[in-house]
Every structure is written in C-alpha cells, then in structure tokens.
C-alpha cells in the first residue's frame, strides 16, 4: 500500500545541472501536484495536472517544468538548477478537490 | 492572489487542554476546507476535512467552518505531546479535479508536560 512515492530522497545539485524528480501513486487518482516548501513559506504550487495529457501553472513555476506520462506518473523537471530551487519538493495526488490531497515522502533538494 | 493565513505559532498549550488553531481565506468562492498536520522533517498528512458551516468532529479533532467570516479553525481537545506539530489549513475554490489546494503558511503547536 505505497500511496504517492517520490525518488529520489535526497539530491545535491551544482548550479545549472539538470535533474527530474519522479513521482508515482498507486490510488488510481485523477489530480496530480507539485509542490515546493521553504522556511516560512510553506507550501507553493508549482505545477498540477487535473487529469492524464493535462497540466497547468501553479504560483511558482519558473524554472521548472513537467509531464503527466500517464495516469500514475507524474515528474518535475529544473533544466538549469538555481541556489533559489534549494527546498523540500512534495508530490501529491487527489481524487477529487473536495476531498483532499495525499502527500509522497518529499525531496530534499540542495543547489549549490 | 489567494491568500490562506494562519498564526505561525509556536502556540504552547499544557498536556490535557484545548488547543485551538486558526485560519482565515481571502476567496470567498472557496469551497473545500482541510487540516493537514506535518511533523518536522515529515510529509503533510490530511486528518479533517469540513465542506459545511458549523462543527465537524472525528475524536479528539473538531473543525469549525463559519463561511460568512471566511474562518475555519480546528479544536484539539486533551492535546498530548504526540500532537506537538505544525498544522496547515488549505482551501479549494472548487470540488472538481481541476481544483488545486492553497495552503496557508501553518501553526506550530507544542504541548508541554
């Protein structure tokens, strides 16, 4: 019963590398998102897709961008990483607005 | 801009009392409305969900949802150390698939001994 998994755990960057943060869920859900959390911030949008073949901007999508490969998978791309990109990355997936997401493990992201 | 907003905290209550955590929405086109509680260094975790006005309770947790004073608040009652964690509040303006949660910045509640 895996729910939403993220790989990889942890990664460290040097600045301008590239790198595709994967995220699968197993609860046959529609919605997908990713989001950043900072210090203070808490939790920004950065992508979403309402549905497979679907995707749209959240508040913070600049330098990133992503694909719904099919109906479980669903990744983020940073082309070119940033110190600013520094965060913890989560992954989540939904049925339906209404009744709220469900979070993977998280990425804890270094760009140095 | 939507905006969630939340105390960040940290609210300290004793082991055995009520704690209560607070939030207020900017869009009153909001539809749905969540509690997530986030222990450090973990993932959030969804523990209540309220659609209506007025209370809805699952043990302990008791959230409360005025609509008209775009305010929602969850109720901890004989809070322990185990409750010792930031709750985020998040809103969304619709029920669909294409609804996307906003989340407020969170509360960081610490029950004491």
């Known amino acids: 019963n895996a729910g939403v998994t993220q790989t990889p755990k942890f990664q460290v960057l040097k600045t301008g590398q590239s790198m595709t943060l994967q995220c699968a869920q197993d609860m046959n859900h529609n919605s997908m998102y990713w989001y950043r959390q900072d210090p203070g911030m808490g939790l920004r949008l950065i992508y979403y897709?309402?549905?497979?073949?679907?995707?749209d901007k959240g508040e913070v999508p600049n330098g990133y961008n992503v694909s719904r490969l099919n109906k479980r998978e669903f990744s983020l791309r940073l082309e070119s990483a940033a110190p600013s990109q520094t965060s913890v990355y989560f992954c989540?997936?939904?049925?339906?607005?209404?009744?709220?997401?469900?979070f993977g493990q998280g990425t804890r992201l270094t760009v140095v | 801009q939507k905006e969630v907003e939340q105390n960040s905290g940290p609210l300290s209550v004793p082991e055995g009392a009520i704690a209560s955590l607070n939030c207020t929405y900017s869009d009153r086109g909001s539809q749905s409305f969540f509690w997530y509680r986030q222990y450090s260094g973990k993932s959030p975790e969804l523990i209540m969900f309220?659609?209506?006005?007025g209370d809805k309770e699952d043990g302990r947790f008791t959230a409360q949802l005025n609509k008209a004073s775009q305010y929602v608040s969850l109720l901890i009652r004989d809070s322990q150390p185990s409750d010792s964690a930031t709750y985020l509040c998040?809103?969304?303006?619709?029920?669909?698939?294409?609804?996307?949660?906003?989340f407020g910045t969170g509360t960081r509640l610490q029950v004491t001994l």
């Open positions: 309220i659609y209506s006005n």
């Open positions: 989540a997936s939904s049925a339906a607005g209404a009744l709220g997401a469900f």
């Open positions: 897709s309402a549905s497979e073949g679907t995707t």
């Open positions: 998040a809103v969304t303006e619709g029920t669909g698939t294409a609804s996307k949660l906003t």
